[in-house]
């Protein structure tokens, strides 16, 4: 079987820390009852833009945004959640699910497995452990340089790429395996993009399995009891939750697909939507997490996880729009609303 290295294409190389993605920088988050928060001057000076808010966002935004945000974030972010993720495990989502636990990507042994927004790699380093050949991308130089620290605490190597998931640089039909924990998906502006892309390097019958926050979190505030168990914001407002600085420049972005969304943008790239997993909360975890804890966790989902697959003798390069269903927003876009500000998912 040839090397991870022959997955990359013309567009990119694969080297000890990638140096393929975007050079600008990005970042993610979510919630609470509408109030008004404080305000700055838009760009151009003509309206006070609020410091955080839902606003539709072009992807240039969300791809500057997150890369500015996880740069920044990402030393604290290992720091604060590391011992839970442990340093060469895959962890699924602050419920808890381990791969070692419930199997959903298979045995990757001998396979070429890619980790779709890998932040410390601590997933990429446990495939790795499984016999697989992974490779683990991200767009943020800044959780790459916390993945590199961990290869080197751990003595466990993998490959990483800096790259954007919605133009990934690697060749089609190069991937077994691809897979994600709360990676890419929700911080992009368009992730029917990433769909598609990931659609393209899959081999006939490779797997996609991604982690992302549970669409009805999208309904209810960023509290983890029962002040997160109320509805104050429409399930069906796809625009996304951002913050600004003080200039008017989203530094933050999340984005939001109903399920419905969800299920018509995988069908659409060409794949098969195997399972949808909604992961309870486990009895005896008192652990929260940002919006996930015990006491909402009892009652509704906060995460959930998508697997899905290329159909053998197919090349995920033909399938796009060949999906029974096109994904579309037909929902009247409203006047930009205040919102208190989000916890951020990861």
Known sequence: MESPDNIADST????????TGPTDRTSP??????????????????????????????PD?????????????????????GAFLGDSDFCWCPEGLRESEIGLLGDVAGKVVLEVGCGGAQCARWLRGQGA?????????????????????????VPLVQADATALP??????????????????????????REIARVLRPGG????????????????????????????????????????QGSAIYTETHRTMGDRV????AAGLILLDVIESEWPPGQERAWGQWGPIR???????SIFVTQLPSGASGADQHGCGAYQATDSTPRRADTLCEQRPRVR
């Open 133 to 157: 050949r992974v490779v683990g991308f991200d767009l943020s130089g800044g959780q790459l340089d916390q993945a590199r620290a961990l290869g080197i605490r751990t003595g466990i190597d």
């Open 264 to 267: 018509r943008e995988i069908v």
């Open 297 to 303: 966790g009892g009652y509704v989902p906060s995460t």
């Open 170 to 195: 690697f060749a089609a039909a190069s991937v077994d395996v691809a897979c994600s924990a709360f990676g890419a998906v929700p911080f992009v502006a368009d992730s029917g993009t990433v769909m």
């Open 207 to 246: 797997r996609w399995v991604f982690s992302t926050t549970h669409p009805f979190v999208w309904c209810l505030p960023d509290d983890p009891d029962e002040n997160g168990l109320r509805v104050f914001h429409s399930y069906f407002d796809r625009r996304a939750y951002t913050e600004h600085d003080e």
């Open 12 to 19: 990119g190389t694969i080297d000890s820390i990638g140096t």
């Open 29 to 58: 988050s979510h919630t609470g009852p509408s109030h008004t928060g404080p305000s700055h001057t838009d760009q151009d000076g003509s309206a006070p833009l609020p410091a955080y808010g839902y606003r539709d966002i072009d």
């Open 61 to 81: 935004t969300a791809r500057r945004a997150s890369r500015f945000y996880w740069d920044d974030a990402a030393a604290d972010y290992q720091s604060e959640h």
